[in-house]
């Protein structure tokens, strides 16, 4: 796994890679887990995943990217 972090005039932006190719899917969070995806799609102005070269997945989020109006 390996996290990426960029920070601009825009924002702030934060991606993890891993071997995984197995993209993120909402999930019902319970005691065990599964808050993840909800909490980013919460909290973040924008978010995806996306195929990675190695065969893995990036999964990213911003913060910060949102424009008044």
């Given at each position: ?8 005039g825009?924002?702030l ?31 973040a ?23 008044p109006?």
């Amino acid at each position: 796994m390996r996290v990426e972090v960029a920070l601009s005039g825009a924002g702030l932006r934060v991606a993890v890679i891993d071997n995984s190719p197995v993209q993120p899917a909402m999930a019902v969070p319970g005691p065990l887990g599964g808050h993840g995806m909800v909490l980013i799609a919460a909290l973040a102005d924008r978010w995806g995943s996306e195929e990675h070269d190695d065969g893995g997945k990036r999964v990213w989020f911003e913060l910060g990217t949102r424009r008044p109006g």
